[in-house]
């Protein structure tokens, strides 16, 4: 659960975010971290007409969409992150959570990275905004 003290710090370094991404990124980050995309999870009250109506769309999967379902669990997000673990993996020493994803927390740089740790935290955050774009995006085309 996030507390107050968390929120805070997003807020202040949401700012920064704002300066390197682009907005339709930050929009979705903001959106995300502030639960207020449309996952659906939140059409429960639409199940006495449509039964699936919480459960993901991704074909072959069972689960209930919410947001971490949706961005970090469901088959295609786990994958992606976890090219994104790899790539990143040589420079930072966090360990990739659902938390650190939906409140755009700054990874811990590796000591021998130190001297580019802004840098570092530019581009993880770019990565994963547009990982998470990517996510949104494939989740609403219409070929589903």
Known sequence: RVDKEEIKAYVKYSKHLRKILLPVFE??????????LPVRSRFWFLQQSNPRI??????GCDSV???????????????????????MA???RSRLTWTMIA????P???DEWKECEEAIGDVWHTFRAVTLHFIW???NRPHR
Do not use: G, M
């Open 27 to 36: 929009d979705l980050q903001f959106r995300l971290a502030f639960r207020l």
């Open 54 to 59: 919480i459960y993901c769309v991704r074909n």
């Open 65 to 87: 969409e919410t947001e971490q379902h949706l961005f970090f669990e469901c088959a295609l997000a786990s994958r992606l992150w976890e090219h994104f673990r790899n790539i």
């Open 90 to 92: 040589p420079f930072v």
């Open 103 to 106: 409140t755009a927390k700054k």
């Open 108 to 110: 811990v740089v590796r």
């Open 137 to 139: 995006s494939d989740r």
